[in-house]
């Protein structure tokens, strides 16, 4: 039985990794960074993975075995499972698709364009999700935590491709040249909540999106290579809401200042505190009061 039942449920601790990112190392560093963003990046759909999974990938880095091989024993392990309940299959789209996202980041191949995002989606989700690498061809809502319980407006079915293309066309032909990285990083921070308002796929789009900007960041000379998506990849995705979201009647506006604290975190390496509670709209209007009666 392998321990198929201890195996099976999700794991609840701390992510064993932080060893691997102060080895001297380098391909156990690398290693264990895209690992724990893979895992990290879960949470963002509320996701954990199992046992089983953390187990394989610290053989992985250590170097015991392969990313391919990784995704054999993934394969292999849910072939043999004999019931699928809910919460299982969950757990297997996040072992499968930490899998597949620790082999992306560590391929150096990659093309800024529309088709690059979509075969990511693809190649994070296949045989996961019907709609892998396909546009949605229906509107969405869905209700945010932050918001309380408000949605973002995303793009419109009938527009994605279009929106898409376009806001490719618009960060291929802007140039970064003679500003500040204050600068640069408040550009970062208005092109990835774009490209993430989109939401051009029925499921999976906050993954996506965070995969393509660590590639493209690496592409403009930033690592990107610390563990801040590890830890903080659901105030990410709340940052993403809130720089997509107004309000006027109730005095809230979209803004990046929450992004853009936490990618001055993953390229600068700064330490600015990143806690939900300050984006979620009734917490960060109570910020706003202080700071004015301060």
Same mark, same amino acid.
């Given at each position: 039985m392998?321990?198929?039942?201890?195996?099976?449920?999700?794991?609840?601790?701390?992510?064993?990794?932080?060893?691997?990112?102060?080895?001297?190392?380098?391909d156990?560093?690398?290693?264990?960074?895209a690992?724990?963003?893979?895992?990290?990046?879960?949470?963002?759909d509320?996701l954990?993975?199992?046992?089983?999974?953390i187990?394989?990938?610290?053989?992985?880095?250590?170097g015991?075995?392969?990313l391919?091989?990784?995704q054999?024993?993934?394969?292999?392990?849910?072939e043999?499972?004999?019931?699928h +309940? !809910?919460? /299982? *299959?969950? =757990?297997e789209?996040?072992d499968?698709v930490?899998?597949r996202?620790? %082999? &992306?980041?560590s391929?150096?191949?990659?093309?800024?364009?529309?088709?690059?995002?979509?075969?990511?989606?693809?190649?994070?989700?296949?045989?996961?999700?019907?709609?892998?690498?396909?546009?949605?061809?229906?509107?969405?809502?869905?209700?945010?935590?932050?918001?309380?319980?408000?949605?973002?407006?995303?793009?419109?079915?009938?527009?994605?491709?279009?929106?898409?293309?376009y806001?490719?066309?618009?960060e291929?032909?802007?140039?970064?040249?003679? +500003? !500040?990285? /204050? *600068?640069? =990083?408040?550009h970062f921070?208005?092109?990835?909540?774009?490209?993430w %308002? &989109?939401?051009?796929?029925?499921?999976?789009?906050?993954r996506?999106?965070?995969?393509?900007?660590?590639?493209?960041?690496?592409?403009?000379?930033?690592?990107?290579?610390?563990?801040?998506f590890?830890?903080?990849?659901?105030?990410?995705?709340?940052?993403?809401?809130?720089a997509?979201?107004?309000?006027?009647?109730?005095?809230?506006?979209?803004?990046?200042?929450?992004l853009?604290?936490?990618i001055?975190?993953?390229?600068?390496?700064?330490?600015?505190?990143?806690?939900?509670?300050?984006?979620?709209?009734?917490?960060?209007?109570?910020?706003?009061?202080?700071?004015?009666?301060?």
């Open positions: 392998r321990g198929e039942e201890q195996k099976k449920i999700a794991y609840q601790g701390p992510i064993p990794f932080k060893e691997y990112l102060k080895e001297s190392e380098p156990k560093v690398s290693k264990g960074y690992w724990s963003t893979a895992i990290g990046l879960q949470a963002v509320g954990k993975p199992s046992q089983y999974l187990d394989i990938a610290v053989q992985n880095i250590e015991k075995i392969t391919k091989e990784v054999n024993l993934i394969d292999i392990y849910y043999e499972r004999p019931v +309940l !809910s919460d /299982d *299959e969950r =757990i789209e996040a499968k930490s899998a996202i620790a %082999q &992306i980041l391929e150096t191949a990659f093309s800024f364009s529309p088709n690059e995002y979509i075969a990511i989606h693809r190649k994070l989700f296949q045989g996961i999700y019907k709609h892998a690498g396909k546009i949605r061809d229906y509107n969405i809502t869905k209700k945010e935590w932050v918001l309380d319980g408000a949605t973002v407006i995303y793009g419109s079915a009938s527009e994605l491709r279009t929106t898409l293309e806001d490719f066309s618009q291929r032909e802007f140039s970064y040249k003679g +500003l !500040s990285m /204050d *600068e640069i =990083i408040h921070a208005v092109f990835i909540s774009r490209l %308002q &989109i939401h051009i796929f029925g499921e999976g789009n906050t996506t999106t965070a995969v393509f900007f660590i590639k493209y960041l690496r592409t403009l000379g930033f690592p990107a290579t610390n563990d801040i590890a830890e903080n990849a659901w105030y990410f995705r709340n940052a993403l809401v809130r997509n979201y107004t309000n006027l009647q109730k005095g809230i506006y979209e803004t990046t200042e929450y853009e604290a936490f001055r975190n993953l390229i600068l390496d700064e330490k600015n505190e990143l806690h939900n509670r300050n984006l979620h709209i009734s917490g960060s209007l109570s910020v706003e009061k202080d700071k004015l009666k301060k």
